[in-house]
C-alpha cells in the first residue's frame, strides 16, 4: 500500500509539472492549501556556509492592503544566473515527502523563498513558502538551466506601504535560502539538521 501511494503522488506531481511546461509557463503556485508534515521537527541543528547561489531573485507584490494581517499574494521569480544548471525544489506539499513509517530517516532539499522589511535584513515578513523536493519523488525536484526562470505564487502578509515623505524605516528584501534537510524521530520527537547550502537577495524593492 506504501508503494502505491508513493507511486500516487509522484504520478500526480509529474503530471502537475508537465502541464506546467507543456504551457510554457514555469509557475509553481504555492498559495495552498499546503499538505504539511505530519511529524513536524522540534529539534535539531544547523550549519551555513555563507555561499552565494547563482541566482538572480526578484520579487512582485501582486496586491496589497491597509490591513498588515490580511495576506496578499506576492511572485517570486528565481533566474539561474550561471553557467550550470541549478537543481531547486518545487513542491510546497512536504507531507508528500514524509515516509509513513515514523522510524524511517529521509532526507529533502528545501528552497525557502521570504521577504525582510528592514534595514539589516533580520525582521521577516509573516509568510513566504518553503519548496520541498527529492530524487526519489518525481516532479519534486527541477532543473533550471542557465537563463531559465521560474515563479513561485506564495502569499505574504506584507506591511502598509509608509508615507513617502516619512522615514519608517522600512526596507523591503526578498531572500532565497537553499538547504539540505536530514530528518529522523526517536522516542515521539522529530529532528532536524540542516545544511546550508547558499543563499540569494532580490534588491531593494517597493510593494505596488
Known sequence: MKQKTTSLFGLIAAIALSAVYALGQLTVDATGPLRDRLRKPTAGHGGSIGRELPLKLGVDVLGGSLDPAITTEVEFILTNSGKKPLTIPVSPNPGDLEPADPKVRY?????????????????????????????????????????????????????????????????????????????????????EDTQEIGSATSTKFTPQ
Open 107 to 191: 532526507s529533502v532539499r528545501v528552497l525557502s523563498l521570504y521577504i525582510t522589511s528592514d534595514r539589516k535584513r533580520e525582521k521577516r515578513v509573516p509568510g513566504g513558502v518553503e519548496l520541498y523536493g527529492n530524487r526519489g519523488w518525481p516532479g519534486t525536484l527541477m532543473s533550471l538551466a542557465p537563463g531559465e526562470s521560474v515563479r513561485v505564487l506564495a502569499r505574504v502578509a506584507v506591511p502598509p506601504i509608509p508615507i513617502p515623505d516619512q522615514d519608517s524605516g522600512m526596507v523591503f528584501v526578498g531572500h532565497a535560502v537553499l538547504d539540505n534537510q536530514a530528518v529522523h524521530t526517536v522516542d515521539g520527537q522529530t529532528f
